[in-house]
């Protein structure tokens, strides 16, 4: 069974940067895009970020021009660079997979990060 395992969130002021790591192992088959969501507490999950087996890359609105996604194929690793950090990017982050032939969807177990105003 594939497995997802982020890092790299915690407590950071505003303004200041975090960079979150996903980690995908034990995986047999291709992948159609990595992406990050995000849930913050009373909300609903919502899209931040993907990049697709081509290397094309989509953004949400509110995190465009702050937050970069990355991907590194040697280590098996998606990078969420986080920059100028507020506080409503408190939430949540989850690192998401979806399968090329099947469109199944995988997902980590999140990881939290807290911004300080």
């Known amino acids: 069974q594939v497995q997802l395992v982020e890092s790299g969130g915690g407590l950071v002021q505003a303004g200041g940067s975090l960079r979150l790591s996903c980690l995908v192992s034990?995986?047999?088959?291709?992948?159609?895009?990595m992406a990050w969501y995000r849930q913050a507490p009373g909300k609903q999950r919502e899209f931040v970020a993907s990049?697709?087996?081509?290397?094309?890359?989509n953004y949400a609105d509110s995190v465009k021009g702050r937050f970069t996604i990355s991907r590194d194929n040697a280590k098996n690793t998606v990078y969420l660079q986080m920059n100028s950090l507020k506080p409503e990017d408190t939430a949540i982050y989850y690192c998401?997979?979806?399968?090329?032939?099947?469109?199944?969807?995988?997902w980590g177990q999140g990881t939290q990060v807290t911004v300080s105003s």
């Open positions: 998401n997979l979806q399968a090329l032939w099947t469109g199944r969807d995988y």
């Open positions: 034990r995986i047999t088959f291709d992948i159609n895009a």
């Open positions: 990049i697709f087996k081509g290397g094309s890359t």
